[in-house]
Nanobody
């Protein structure tokens, strides 16, 4: 059974930092395409960042509002996806979800920014940034 379990959320002041983790399990073959989305109250779920795992390297993609502040990465040995968030702003406040899909290739992953592009999801971890 595929499971994605997020952790690391919390409450911080603006300009603070957090690192989110997502432990991924249950796949026969580890998914190459993984992503972070976020959803603020009353808003649609928004794509934040994605990572594609090649044989010896990775490719990462970010929405414009987090470029230069957030970093997506993974630890293969721990089956864990991370999102390091620096210089947090109040507008980053949201529930953050990790997502994965074992069927997306590199090209598809680079364009997968809709929630419906991903098959598997975690329950989310809340991030609250105060002014």
């Amino acid at each position: 059974q595929v499971r994605l379990v997020e952790s690391g959320g919390g409450s911080v002041q603006a300009r603070g930092s957090l690192r989110l983790s997502c432990v991924i399990s249950g796949y026969t073959y580890s998914p190459r395409c993984m992503a972070w989305f976020r959803q603020a109250p009353g808003k649609e779920r928004e794509w934040v960042a994605a990572l594609y795992v090649h044989t010896y390297t990775t490719s990462s993609y970010y929405t414009d509002s987090v470029k230069g502040r957030f970093t997506i990465s993974q630890d293969t040995a721990k089956n864990t996806l991370y999102l390091k968030m620096n210089s947090l702003k109040p507008e980053d406040t949201a529930m953050y979800h990790c997502a994965a899909d074992g069927q997306l290739d590199w090209d598809q992953c680079s364009r997968a920014i809709r929630p419906t592009d991903y098959r598997d999801w975690g329950q989310g971890t809340q991030v609250t940034v105060s002014p």
